[in-house]
């Protein structure tokens, strides 16, 4: 169904190519009326040339025929009306040309007294305009309403002083025919951008004829490109009418051949106007299936790529014209601004506009006679009045709400299509999607769990300490994995494995189960971090490749913020949809949760072609002097992280005593810093270089980790873990950086290897030292050594690799990324 509730059958129908004849067939009787009762389509289906009637219902076709014999009938008082109002402007000196109407014929229409007309709309010079509405009201016609409050191209429109009524018939050849007078062709103010060209329109005006009278109007070819404006009007502000952009798709289609008119076209207009009828025309041929010429294929085909993706996203989704695509021409719109302020002001006023108000109506008599005394408004009249308006408020608020991940998801795949991103990449981006998420909720939660269970820290240490070294057993066959048989095979080896070792660390009690499946958990997990970034590298171009890694990594860091809130609000929810209230079976079910979350991401993983497996390369792990002294830097930084990320939220429980859910909101806030901080490091690393800006980062973070030795107030510590979190992961993106950058292209899979199974040496190393000196020491003391340790890391780092530092970091970051 379209937005008005037509069937697509019928619109099928109407396509001039590849015409659907059974769907009229299948059309109910009640569609049909809606069908016949509905003013846009009504005058399709009046004008539409039916080829084989014997496909519509008796009773819809005799309605047809009614419906062409009155509109026979009013086009010619339209004609008689047009002749009197022309004879009066030419005597005293008004000039005009007809627009829309009647003078679209021939091509939009196989003849104008098929094609139900409203008004007729005059165009006249902005100087001639007021005299042309006094001459209207001489002749006995009144305005009618007010201008345009936000689109100013027309006057009121002038309607003759008669006491019709509106009845049933919708094309009534009693009707009162008005006058729409027009001054300006393209509202430039409201529209916010120009359309060149269309002072010509006027200078290029033409004596036609129609049916035997005559009338000044525009040129062939200003004619569609002012039809074609009018579309797009209509499109950029919600939806244009169907029987336009019906009309206009017949005049392309039954005019494609006329190689003089497309010429002329050519030759007429700019490529700038070309642009924007292009746009109306691809619109035309999406909904309609016409036929074109070469010209307007070309032009077609010129339209920039993210106009082209909002085509792709809209006009060929389904048909046609949804409610829930009402607002997407606002994204076309922006796409044709150049000023920054004007998309804003664009985006604003399509979210934030409501519509007209409703209308209460007054009582009866008071519209039928002015003169007899109003009634007094009861109780119930006035609390009517009163709730009225709230309530319609509230209302098209909850309607436009649920539009909106739709709209703005638009948006999205309109500002990633710069960029070119393919649909490998989205997939994979998809995948990463449930595997963090899902390992963000399953960490969170997963010590704070086994201290329900009683396990005390020091076995917590020799846990994370196993998964560390798991780690350290997988780096290097993960990247021999993914090497020799593919990325796609180790990525769906990882997303099978994961979930079901995981989710049996979530069930066995044995704590030697528990340090053995945390063992196996670290070495299927690493075929993730391994292959991040190779994958994303034969997913994408050198073009867009730093945009790609740094939509990942920021989406990455940024779903620890969903994860956080997830995992502190998804016992309880669990708890209390399963009637559980024992902490220790509501996380228990969360981490279960979490882990068929990040199967999920097998199914998207599977759809992705990767290039084959490369052959055999001679050399895949880089053994150089750099990578020797970058490693060993990278290991003593590894080794004051490790010391306390594994126990942050242990920290959080046992030492702050804080609950599931602000441990969780915590973890979130710290997430969201990382997003603002990783957007703050090209900007560093510019100003101080790379590896200089790296040691500052580390040394503040070893600072902000030192600092958490002596909170012992709940806000303080929050404040100050988030700091330590943002500084901590600022720093990654140049260390990957500076790695890839290193080595050469046939080497950063195995140094990426390398890279993780030195962290997972250091981390695994950290975890089983940190875990026993906490339950023996307390954390101030062995925060306070990690701090050191940080400090003299970032020393090192300087010394390891900052003789070599050379460049400057592309302004997008990269890194690889674990979740631990």
Known sequence: MTSSGIPTLFLRALRFHDQDREALRNISDAQWKRILANWSTARIV??????????????????????????????????????????????????????????????????????PQGDIDLYCPPESAPQAQQILSDLGYSPEGQQAARLKDQLPTMMPNTGWAPGLNIFDPEMPIGFELHFRFWDEDFM????????????????????????????????????????????????????????????????????????????????????????????????????????????????????????????????????????????????????????????????????????????????ADPSIIKPKRSLADSGRRLFAYPAWIVSRSAVRLSTFPSFFGLGFKIWASKFDLGSGFWSFFASDFFFDVGMYVFFVLYNLYLLDRGVK???????????????????????????????????????????????????????????????????????????????????????????????????????????????????????????????????????????????????????????????KERKVYPTGRFIKRFLAAIAIWTLAGATFDPFYNIYFSQYLHMSVQQIGSIYSYAQFSQVLAIMATPFIFRKLGMVDGIVYLQIAAAITLGALAFCSRIPTASVVYVAYMALHWMTEPGILLLLMNRVAPEERTGASALNFFVINIASALAAAIAGASFTKFGYPLVLTVASIVGLGAAFFFRLMVGDREHGRIPDASLSSRTIS
């Open 46 to 115: 009046t004008s539409h040339r039916f080829d084989h009637r014997n496909d519509l219902p008796l009773w819809v076709a005799q309605k047809i025929d009614q419906y062409r014999a009155d509109t026979a009938l009013r086009f010619q008082e339209i004609k008689r009306s047009y002749t009197t109002v022309a004879s009066e402007l030419q005597r005293l000196g008004t000039e005009h040309v007809v627009i829309k109407g009647f003078s679209l014929s021939p091509g939009y229409t196989e003849h104008p007294a098929l094609r």
């Open 192 to 367: 916010r951008f120009r359309a060149p060209g269309l002072d010509e329109f006027w200078n290029r005006r033409i004596v036609r004829q129609v049916d035997g009278f005559t009338f000044p109007g525009l040129h062939p070819a200003d004619n569609l490109g002012y039809t074609a404006l009018n579309v797009l009007r209509d499109l950029l502000q919600g939806m244009p009418s169907l029987e336009q952009v019906h009309g206009l798709a017949r005049f392309l289609h039954t005019q494609s051949n006329e190689e003089q008119f497309w010429d002329s076209w050519q030759d007429l207009h700019e490529p700038s106007l070309r642009r924007l009828e292009a746009i109306c025309f691809q619109l035309a041929t999406d909904w309609f299936g016409c036929k074109v010429s070469p010209e307007v294929e070309e032009e077609m085909d010129r339209l920039p790529p993210a106009i082209q993706v909002w085509f792709r996203e809209t006009s060929r989704s389904g048909f046609y014209p949804r409610t829930s695509q009402a607002k997407d021409g606002a994204w076309l719109h922006v796409l044709l601004l150049d000023s920054l302020g004007d998309k804003v002001d664009v985006l604003r006023a399509t979210i934030f506009r409501v519509g007209a108000p409703p209308q209460i109506a007054a009582p009866a008599a008071s519209i």
């Open 457 to 615: 820290e020091n076995v917590v240490g020799l846990i994370a300490s196993a998964s560390a070294v798991g780690g350290i057993a997988g780096a290097i066959p993960a990247g021999i994995l993914a090497h020799r048989f593919g990325m796609r095979k180790a990525l769906l080896t990882c997303l099978t494995m994961v979930p079901l070792i995981f989710a049996l660390r979530s069930i066995v009690a044995n704590e030697t189960l528990l340090i053995l499946l945390a063992f196996l958990g670290g070495v299927f997990i690493t075929i993730w971090a391994v292959c991040i970034s190779p994958a994303l590298t034969q997913l994408t171009t050198e073009r867009n490749r730093p945009v790609a890694f740094s939509t990942m990594f920021s989406s990455g860091i940024a779903l620890g913020i969903l994860g956080g809130q997830a995992a502190g609000r998804l016992p309880g929810w669990l708890g209390t949809i399963a009637s559980i209230t024992s902490p220790e079976r509501t996380k228990q079910l969360a981490l279960l949760v979490a882990c068929a979350f990040v199967a999920v991401g097998a199914i998207f993983v599977s759809r992705i072609k990767f290039s084959s497996a490369p052959a």
